[in-house]
Every structure is written in C-alpha cells, then in structure tokens.
C-alpha cells in the first residue's frame, strides 16, 4: 500500500503563485511514475504534470511555461510548482503514483487550489 500527503494548496490571486507538495511513503524513483492530476467542479481529472515512468516530466498544455514539476528521491516528494495562476486553475489537485513493478495506481486525498480573478 501507498500513501500519499499533498500540501499546499490555498487561496491565490489571479497571477500569483503556489507550490504544492506530496510524499510518498515508499521511494518514488524510476521508473515509478509520479505526478499531478486536478478535477474542476463538474470536469473530468486532468493530467497538469508527471514524470513518466522514464523520469521524463510531462506537462498539459494548458501548464506549459506556466508550471515546473520537480522531485527529491531522498525525501520521496514530488513539487509542482504553479505560477501565474488563473482563475480557471481553481481545482482540487491530486497527487498521482503508478508503481511500475505491481502495476498499480495510488492517489492522494486531494489539496483544493482556487485562483480568485
């Protein structure tokens, strides 16, 4: 079983910045795959970045320039860094784990992000 804590969501101003956070309880190196997904009301989960099981980071469009995922093996956390916010951010943001070797997929409880205009 795997658990993982996110951190750092919160109330921002449109065209600020936030940094999440989430940890997991075992290591997270390649080719385990790591990232963030978010769900707007009434929307389907979204990728917003991931490293790929090749440790490749991968970003939704909608993130490109706007957002940097990053990793500490050492501490098993995985950042997503998140500037110039806007109000169509505002999502709950959910930390993702695929563990490479049994194939299986965790979540975590979910951090809400909301960017006021």
């Known amino acids: 079983q795997v658990q993982l804590v996110e951190s750092g969501g919160g109330l921002v101003q449109a065209g600020g910045s936030l940094r999440l956070s989430c940890t997991a309880s075992v290591n997270i190196i390649s080719p385990n795959a790591m990232g963030w997904y978010r769900q707007a009301p009434g929307k389907q989960r979204e990728l917003v970045a991931t490293?790929?099981?090749?440790?490749?980071?991968n970003y939704a469009d909608s993130m490109k320039g706007r957002c940097t995922i990053s990793r500490d093996n050492a501490k098993n956390t995985v950042y997503l860094q998140m500037n110039s916010l806007k109000p169509e951010d505002t999502a709950v943001y959910y930390c993702?784990?695929?563990?490479?070797?049994?194939?299986?997929?965790?979540w975590g409880q979910g951090t809400q992000v909301t960017v006021s205009s």
């Open positions: 993702h784990a695929h563990m490479y070797y049994s194939n299986l997929n965790y």
């Open positions: 490293f790929s099981s090749g440790g490749t980071p």
